[in-house]
Every structure is written in C-alpha cells, then in structure tokens.
C-alpha cells in the first residue's frame, strides 16, 4: 500500500527534464517513473534530505539504477562519512562498472590516498573502456595522471613514468599544452626529484610555469632540483620567491583534501634555513 502511494504521489508530480536524463530510454514503467523521480532530485540542494528522498525513492523503484546509487553516495564522500559512501557507490559499479569503476577510483586516490585500490580500479575501467583522454570528476587530472601519482606514491617509479608519459606528452603532441592538466607537470617534476634526475625535472618546471607561472610549488621544487645541482644562489633565489608567492595566496589547494605535492610555509622555512645571509 505504501509503494501504491508513492508511485501515485510522483504521477502527480511535474518533473522537469531540461537538461536531465532522457527518461523514454527507460521502457520499464517502474524504472521510468524511478528515472524521473532521480531527475526531480536535482532541484534540490546536493545532500539534502528531499533530495537524498528523491533518489531513495528513485533506488526502491528502480534498484538497478546505477546513477541513483551513484549520485546517492556523493554527499556521504564530501562529508567524510567513507563507509557509508562506499555502500552506494560499490552498489553502483556492480551494476554499471563500465560507468563507475573511473569514479570510485578517482575517490580512492583523492579522498583515501588508497593507492593500491584507485589502480585496481581504473586498470580495470581502462580494460573496460580504453579510455584516452578521460578526466577525473572534477576534471583536474586524466586519469592517466593519477595513476601516475598512485604509482609513483607506491614507489613504482618506471611505471609512474610510463603513465605520465600517456597522460602528458601523449596529450602535448597530439592536441596541444591547452589540453595537459593544470599541475600535470609539476607532479612529474616531483617524480623526476626522487629519481635525482635535476635538470629533467627543471625542464618540466619550466614547463609548469609556462602553465601557470606564479605558484609556491614551482619556484619550491625549482629551489629544491638547483641545490641539488649545487646552484645554492638559484636555490636560495627560488625559496624566497615561494616564501613570497605564500604570502600573496598563490599555492596549490582543494576544498574537500589535501593535495599532493602542496608546499606549505613551514617547507620553505626549513628550506631557507639551511642558507646564511648571504649567498654565493
């Protein structure tokens, strides 16, 4: 009796579908109704519990219904609440994994740092789909790049630069540096410092900074490949620079994470430390 009347309650109900799903793909009447009901759920805040009603109701209408579980878990994800983001979003790549198998490890990397499961995860989404220039969810990297950075952070470091190779000179030569990934360059710069490779890792610096000229990180890990090089008045040049761009609010930053490869004040401190006054 309790699902009679919710079906007829969202008959009753005008559902808007500017720019929603096509629900006439779905010939299920159930599944139709559900697909609406989930279209409905955008009208109202993220996380908010008509909208998370909304898409439970779109989930017990339709339970194979992919999306809805997807979009079910984001607000868990944002929220910090892990376990229970895992639940749906699990829920949804077991129906749809071609579709959700790229999200949930995108999440792994970012919001876990589970580095193992992102990998196992997208090598399975590439077997799956091939993906060429597909980007995370909120478009910051190809995924290419980050399983560059799971690899790399696992200390794979050859397969690290097989990836990076994909997902930025791949990129750089077939459509242009328009299409390369804001802090593309500087994350294989990091690579190429642990691999005490100094002068490749200033070439992907200059790189950078041809991207994105005024940041901490550039002009840190630049100080940090030229004292390596033994150029100690660069080094110190570029220290005092990142300490400088800090001030002005230019450094690497993400509302819901830490990000990798972000310098903070206090790595640029123990960085300028280390030179006198004065130097040669």
């Known amino acids: 009796m309790k699902k009679t009347y919710l079906l007829l309650y969202f008959c009753l109900i005008g559902f808007s579908s500017s720019g929603q799903e096509n629900c006439d793909i779905y010939t299920d009447s159930l599944c139709n109704l559900a697909c609406r009901v989930r279209n409905q759920s955008s009208t109202f805040p993220q996380g908010s519990r008509r909208s998370q009603?909304?898409?439970?109701?779109?989930?017990?209408?339709?339970?194979?219904?992919?999306?809805?579980?997807?979009?079910?878990?984001?607000?868990?994800?944002?929220?910090?609440?892990?376990?229970?983001?895992?639940?749906?979003?699990?829920?949804?790549?077991a129906l749809q994994p071609a579709r959700t198998l790229d999200i949930r490890g995108w999440c792994r990397f970012k919001f876990l740092r589970d580095y193992e499961g992102a990998l196992e995860d997208l090598k399975r989404f590439d077997s799956l789909s091939h993906f060429a220039s597909k980007h995370t969810g909120d478009g910051t990297y190809s995924l290419n790049v980050v399983m560059a950075l799971c690899e790399r952070e696992l200390g794979n470091y050859?397969?690290?630069?097989?990836?990076?190779?994909?997902g930025i000179d791949s990129i750089f030569y077939t459509k242009g540096k328009d299409f390369i990934g804001l802090f593309d360059f500087l994350h294989r710069s990091v690579l190429k410092l642990r691999q005490q490779d100094y002068v490749g890792a200033l070439s992907d610096l200059n790189q950078q900074e041809k991207l994105c000229?005024?940041?901490?990180?550039?002009?840190?890990?630049?100080?940090?490949?030229?004292r390596a090089l033994g150029k100690h008045k660069l080094a110190k040049q570029h220290f005092e620079k990142a300490a400088r761009l800090y001030k002005e609010g230019f450094h690497m930053s993400d509302i819901?994470?830490?990000?990798?490869?972000?310098?903070?004040?206090?790595?640029?401190?123990?960085?300028?430390?280390?030179?006198?006054?004065?130097?040669?």
């Open 213 to 226: 000229r005024h940041y901490v990180e550039t002009s840190y890990y630049k100080g940090i490949a030229y």
């Open 256 to 280: 819901y994470c830490e990000m990798l490869d972000a310098v903070y004040p206090s790595d640029v401190d123990e960085a300028l430390a280390e030179y006198p006054i004065s130097v040669q």
């Open 53 to 93: 009603e909304y898409l439970d109701s779109a989930i017990r209408l339709c339970p194979d219904m992919a999306d809805a579980w997807r979009e079910i878990s984001v607000p868990y994800l944002k929220r910090g609440d892990f376990v229970t983001w895992r639940k749906y979003i699990d829920k949804a790549v």
């Open 158 to 166: 050859s397969s690290a630069a097989l990836y990076f190779s994909k």
